[in-house]
Nanobody, 118 residues
Framework: VQLQASGGGLVQAGGSLRLSCAAS????????MGWYRQAPGKQRELVAV???????QYANSVKGRFTISRDSAKNTVYLQMNSLKPEDTAVYYC?????????????WGQGTQVTVSS
């Protein structure tokens, strides 16, 4: 599975961005997809995940502001980010779980920079 993320950029506080992550390869094996982020000097943290049944989970810090969605026909996961804050500044990574007979493997995209100015 290969993941290609896009959509990052520079935005003022209060603004919006939409991230996209397109999967290719053995996409039929993908179950959970999600977004993580890593700010300078901090550990990578979960932002949002969407399970194969379309249920979602969010970090408390983004609840009510971010929305994760998935287009299975396009093998793409999106992260709509509204009311952005400077503390949302980070490199955002998409992630996918691929399940097979031997278990699960996790794959990462290359990361896309999101910078929110105050």
């Amino acid at each position: 599975v290969q993941l290609q993320a896009s959509g990052g950029g520079l935005v003022q506080a209060g603004g919006s961005l939409r991230l996209s992550c397109a999967a290719s390869g053995r996409t039929f094996s993908i179950t959970t997809m999600g977004w993580y982020r890593q700010a300078p000097g901090k550990q990578r943290e979960l932002v949002a995940v969407i399970l194969s049944g379309a249920s979602t989970q969010y970090a408390n810090s983004v609840k009510g502001r971010f929305t994760i969605s998935r287009d299975s026909a396009k093998n793409t996961v999106y992260l709509q980010m509204n009311s952005l804050k400077p503390e949302d500044t980070a490199v955002y990574y998409c992630n996918a779980e691929s399940r097979g007979p031997s278990g699960s493997n996790w794959f990462w995209g290359q990361g896309t920079q999101v910078t929110v100015s105050s």
